[in-house]
């Protein structure tokens, strides 16, 4: 029986588990944005929001606590230089997951789980270039100084 046991096996035994998620972690960590079917995307998200809080305090201790589990010198250097960062005024909920219908094979439910701050079309801030600045003026007020200035403005008040 499974009384209170709330991991979802995904199908594996725990080595296997715990290998597919790692993976899942290096690649999330990488490229900021993978696929995978929904049910992976949820178990991700269990797994690597933990590390990225963890990242958020570069230390030796949490640096050897994040390699323990990603098992990687190039993602774990990424997570501490690239990511965290980013993250360091975010509560947590570091990632988005995204439904993208199913998969045509099996018709399973695919996600797509993406890092929130990498993701340029949701982010508050663009970059300089980018931004337009507007100007805001009312077309009445507009009117009324080419009106004032020609004199219609005293004409009204005699």
């Given at each position: 029986m499974r009384h209170g046991n709330k991991n979802n096996a995904l199908g594996r035994k725990k080595a296997h588990?715990?290998?597919?998620?790692?993976?899942?972690?290096?690649?999330?960590i990488d490229h900021k944005r993978i696929e995978t079917t929904l049910a992976k995307a949820k178990a991700l998200r269990l797994y690597v929001e933990p590390l990225i809080t963890k990242s958020k305090d570069d230390t030796t201790h949490s640096r050897r606590v994040?390699?323990?589990?990603?098992?990687?010198?190039?993602?774990?250097?990424?997570?501490?230089?690239?990511?965290?960062p980013k993250?360091?005024?975010?509560?947590?909920?570091?990632?988005?997951?995204?439904?993208?219908?199913?998969?045509?094979?099996?018709?399973?439910?695919?996600?797509?789980?993406?890092?929130?701050?990498?993701?340029?079309?949701y982010t508050k801030e663009k970059s300089a270039g980018t931004a337009k600045k507007t100007r805001r003026t009312r077309r009445t007020s507009a009117k009324s100084a080419a009106h004032k200035?020609?004199?219609?403005?005293?004409?009204?008040?005699?």
């Open positions: 588990r715990d290998s597919l998620l790692s993976n899942l972690a290096i690649s999330l994040v390699f323990s589990e990603l098992q990687n010198k190039e993602a774990t250097a990424a997570l501490f230089r690239d990511v965290a993250v360091a005024s975010r509560p947590g909920g570091y990632t988005r997951i995204i439904k993208l219908g199913n998969r045509l094979g099996d018709a399973a439910e695919m996600a797509m789980i993406e890092l929130v701050d990498f993701n340029t079309t200035a020609e004199g219609g403005e005293e004409a009204k008040s005699e």
